[in-house]
């Protein structure tokens, strides 16, 4: 089955700064890539996504980047603000007899450093 | 457009015990999942609900089962409850079509076994 590996699992930025979280995936058939933000006692709220034929996909101050052949995608997040402190989670959708399944990253702990 | 909302917030169990969360969907979407997200973990698939029948399982026992009604609303049931059950329950909605993959969580139900 499908395997995420992410990192790192801490990460420390000064506030302005651009944020960098890393994913790699297994199985060359997953084809959608989502990112979620976890918040303190909250849900994972989705925050962009990218599908495998796409290469780059920007929100604002949020990009993806998805290298199939590598089998990595990343996100950024430029001018970081204190806001954006939170854990961050990578995704791929595993199909399991027909179902869309996320599998997910271990996570990353965003602190942004006034 | 409603978001996806879960029941009970919080919850205390002993062990042994059964448990029924529940699940209202977003707005127009037709299919939940459930996942659980152990302490500093990223979620971890169940099962996934499509027109009222499991449409795909995890690595999880026959005593997780689920329910998925006409309004698309979910309830996930555990039975026998054991100590490492103690988690976050994840629940998410999403649009079963040929060409989407988006899955929107709800803010999640504690679930403490004692």
């Known amino acids: 089955g499908e395997n995420v590996e992410q990192h790192p699992s801490t990460l420390s930025v000064q506030e302005g700064d651009s944020a960098v979280i890393k994913c790699t995936y297994s199985?060359?058939?997953?084809?959608?890539f989502p990112w979620y933000k976890q918040e303190l006692g909250k849900g994972p709220q989705l925050i962009i996504d990218?599908?495998?034929?796409?290469g780059e996909k920007k929100d604002q101050r949020i990009a993806v980047t998805l290298n199939k052949t590598a089998k990595h995608f990343s996100l950024h997040i430029t001018e970081t603000q204190p806001e954006d402190s939170a854990v961050y989670f990578c995704?791929?959708?595993?199909?399991?007899?027909?179902?869309?399944?996320?599998?997910f990253g271990q996570g990353t702990r965003l602190t942004i450093n006034p | 457009e409603t978001g996806v909302t879960q029941s009970p917030t919080h919850l205390i169990k002993t062990r042994g015990q059964q448990v029924t969360l529940r699940c209202s969907s977003q707005?127009?979407?037709?299919?939940v999942s459930w996942y659980q997200q152990a302490l500093g973990q990223g979620p971890q698939f169940i099962f996934q609900?499509?027109?009222?029948?499991?449409?795909g399982r995890g690595n999880f026992p026959p005593r997780f089962s689920g329910l998925q009604f006409p309004n698309y609303s979910s309830e996930l049931n555990v039975n026998a409850l054991e100590l490492d059950d103690s988690a976050l329950y994840l629940c998410?909605?999403?649009?079963?079509?040929?060409?989407?993959?988006?899955?929107?969580f709800g803010p999640g139900t504690r679930l403490t076994v004692t």
């Open positions: 199985d060359s058939a997953s084809n959608y």
């Open positions: 609900y499509y027109r009222e029948e499991e449409n």
């Open positions: 707005s127009g979407h037709n299919t």
């Open positions: 998410a909605s999403s649009l079963f079509l040929v060409d989407t993959r988006e899955q929107y």
């Open positions: 995704a791929a959708i595993g199909a399991v007899q027909g179902a869309q399944k996320l599998v």
């Open positions: 990218i599908r495998s034929n796409v």
